[in-house]
């Protein structure tokens, strides 16, 4: 299969006596097995998003939007009253902290609940088909800007850096960083990526990577600790990366590792890019100070593989992800057109979410 066909999440239909069941890519499993996850329970989807079975901001929203179906048909099944319904809805939408997707799909959805299970799954359905359009819109925008922004486009196809995985497997399908990277090849102006490895989990080496080779697109996989050289010698021409939250003023956090590559990026005088869909602008939210990082576990860093690298005296410090102040943001990608964020054009309620 075509990478870029893969859909991470979909939702699976009561059959005989087996309950219905959100079907996640596991993305821990990658990429030696591509095997799919069927989860019944909230309890099964709670573990699955902070385990990183799914993961990516707009792949937990759907999740999350999924799963205020998966929790009535648990509460149907085991007799649950409305508040514990209520109880077990609000346990996704709080599996994790940063993404602001996850929080505006289960809100999105929840009000169809009295309306019925029928009405809460084309919701869902609604967000994944919008996410899907909005990834191929991001798509040509991004490379639209990258096209005509950079200088050396002029004269050859270019070199992009991306962190993390923003692919289809963190999306509904086709990527947001990702997707302008698919677009800038499918136009033949792609000379190559830098993935970064992507620490503690290796989202970009295992998933990044594994998406890009599935299509032939040629990459490096590269450390973290390498993004920044490979920006100062000039070996990049721009970088490219998603979002979790972009504050009102800007401010985006990002897997961890993200805003040292956008200084780099200031210091090299190229383009850090980032693409975001308008459900990932959370206008309430003012700056990045106000954005709650994930803590995970510190073993995720102590350890490599199941096996203790650190000494036993060892503390681990692992925050999910980090803030890049909108100054560093040369442009933001949304499905609505670009806004340029460091030279002033700030997200706004017209821009966003007006038209
Ligand atoms: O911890 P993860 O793997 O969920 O972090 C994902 C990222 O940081 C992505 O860059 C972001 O969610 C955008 S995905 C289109």
Redesign the pocket.
């Known amino acids: 299969m075509n990478s870029q066909d893969l859909r991470a999440v979909t939702w699976t239909e009561a059959e005989g006596d087996s309950a219905p069941a959100l079907s996640l890519i596991d993305q821990t499993a990658l990429p030696h097995t591509l095997e799919r996850l069927a989860v019944t329970t909230v309890d099964g989807l709670v573990d699955a998003i902070v385990r990183?079975v799914v993961?990516?901001?707009?792949?937990?929203g759907a999740a999350g939007a999924y799963g205020v179906a998966l929790a009535m048909a648990q509460a149907g099944r085991e007799g649950w009253d409305r508040p514990r319904l209520d109880a077990e809805v609000a346990r996704i939408r709080e599996a994790r902290p940063t993404?602001v997707n996850l929080m505006v799909c289960v809100d999105r959805v929840r009000p169809y609940i009295d309306k019925g299970l029928a009405a809460v799954l084309a919701e869902a359905d609604a967000i994944v088909q919008e996410d899907l359009a909005a990834n191929h819109a991001m798509g040509a925008h991004g490379a639209d800007w990258l096209l005509n922004r950079v200088p050396a486009a002029a004269d050859r196809p270019l070199r992009i850096l991306t962190?993390?995985?923003?692919g289809a497997l963190?999306?509904a399908g086709w990527?947001?960083?990702l997707g302008v990277i698919r677009e800038l090849h499918a136009r033949g102006r792609l000379e190559t990526v830098y993935a970064d490895e992507t620490r503690p989990?290796l989202?970009g080496a295992r998933l990044t990577a594994w998406e890009l080779a599935q299509e032939g697109i040629p990459h490096y996989v590269q450390a973290d600790g390498a993004a920044a050289g490979t920006i100062l010698r000039g070996e990049v021409d721009a970088a490219i990366?998603?979002?979790?939250r972009v504050a009102a003023n800007g401010d985006t956090a990002?897997?961890v590792g993200t805003v040292g590559i956008a200084l780099a990026c200031a210091h090299a005088g190229i383009p850090f890019v980032v693409a975001?869909p308008t459900t990932t602008v959370d206008l309430a939210t003012a700056t990045g100070d106000d954005i709650h990082i994930e803590l995970r576990s510190g073993d995720e860093v102590l350890e490599w593989a199941g096996v203790r690298t650190a000494p036993a005296a060892s503390r681990g410090y692992n925050p999910?992800?980090d803030v890049t102040p909108g100054s560093l943001v040369s442009a933001l990608v949304t499905e609505r057109g670009v806004l340029e964020v460091a030279t002033g054009e700030l997200p706004g309620t017209s821009d966003l979410h007006g038209v």
Not at 241 to 244: I, L, P, Y
């Open positions: 990183l993961r990516g901001a707009p792949a937990i993404a962190h993390c995985n923003t963190a999306t990527g947001t960083a989990l989202q990366v998603g979002a979790d990002n897997k975001a999910a992800f």
